[in-house]
Nanobody, 121 residues
Framework: QVQLVESGGGLVQPGESLRLSCAAS????????MGWYRQAPGKQRELVAA???????NYADSVKGRFTISRDNAKNTVYLHSNSLRPEDTALYYC???????????????WGQGTQVTVSS
């Protein structure tokens, strides 16, 4: 069993910053790609940023230059540093990870429960 637990969301004003964290725990052998997605009310879930185990990254156009994804492989943790936040960044942010766990022959995708980010003055 693998769990992803997010933290760091909250209410901020436009222009401010937040750091989201997501830690994987449980029967984890290896983690491949990790990423952050978000879903605003009435909209589809979208990819915000992703990072491979080797450190290669990709970002949604809407966050390039403002958000930075990083990971600590020793801690099985991925971070999202979000700067210059805008009202349109308001959403429920989900962590996603591609994990191989004990007793399974292949990698599977897991989701966290989500952490709310609200940007409002």
């Amino acid at each position: 069993q693998v769990q992803l637990v997010e933290s760091g969301g909250g209410l901020v004003q436009p222009g401010e910053s937040l750091r989201l964290s997501c830690a994987a725990s449980g029967s984890t052998i290896s983690i491949n790609a990790m990423g952050w997605y978000r879903q605003a009310p009435g909209k589809q879930r979208e990819l915000v940023a992703a990072i491979t185990s080797g450190g290669s990254t990709n970002y949604a156009d809407s966050v390039k230059g403002r958000f930075t994804i990083s990971r600590d492989n020793a801690k099985n943790t991925v971070y999202l540093h979000s700067n210059s936040l805008r009202p349109e960044d308001t959403a429920l942010y989900y962590c996603n990870a591609n994990v191989k766990s004990f007793g399974t022959p292949r990698y599977s995708y897991y989701w966290g429960q989500g952490t709310q980010v609200t940007v409002s003055s």
